[in-house]
């Protein structure tokens, strides 16, 4: 990579900003600004400036992700519980150009049944979930891979 960062929207869904309120034994104890702080510290150490967003609204998620497809912008997408239903954020990832890695805290497969079907994984890059706070950050050592790869294709 080059010395200058390559920005990646690192984008989470609804309830991830009270991760402090949420099951520690499932989100951990760290809350959002603190989720924030590592994803951004591993992003630098991984070439990547990190633009880390939260929003509880489906339209903002959207938005966001029309913005990163108009930039051609890696993403790393923590849709939440939108994971499971939201068709349309299905859609707004699918017109990205760049790498999209889904990203959970939780493994969703462990849990509820509900929480088994991703309408997100099938149109994403790949799918990282259940380590955590590490989850973004294997996402990025992945994106970092999938960037060199393709430059050095180029």
Same mark, same amino acid.
Do not use: C
């Given at each position: ?7 990646? /929207? ?21 809350? /959002? ?37 108009? &930039? ?7 849709? &939440? &519980? ?9 859609? &707004?990832? +699918? ?6 890695? +889904? ?52």
């Amino acid at each position: 990579m080059s010395s200058s960062h390559a920005k990646v /929207f690192v984008l989470n869904g609804p309830n991830l900003g009270r991760l402090d309120l949420r099951n520690s034994s499932i989100y951990g104890d760290m809350n /959002f600004e603190k989720l924030k702080e590592f994803i951004e510290i591993h992003a630098r150490e991984s070439g990547f400036e990190a633009d880390v967003r939260q929003s509880d609204s489906e339209t903002t998620l959207i938005t966001w992700l029309h913005e990163a497809a108009d &930039a051609t912008l890696p993403v790393i997408i923590n849709p &939440a &519980a939108f994971t499971h239903y939201s068709y349309a954020i299905r859609d &707004a990832v +699918e017109m990205l150009k760049g790498p999209v890695i +889904e990203v959970h805290l939780s493994n969703p497969l462990a849990r509820e049944e509900f929480r088994h079907t991703s309408v997100i994984s099938g149109v994403v890059t790949g799918t990282i979930g259940g380590f955590g706070p590490d989850s973004y950050r294997l996402a990025l050592i992945a994106l970092k891979g999938i960037v060199e790869k393709v430059s050095f294709n180029l």
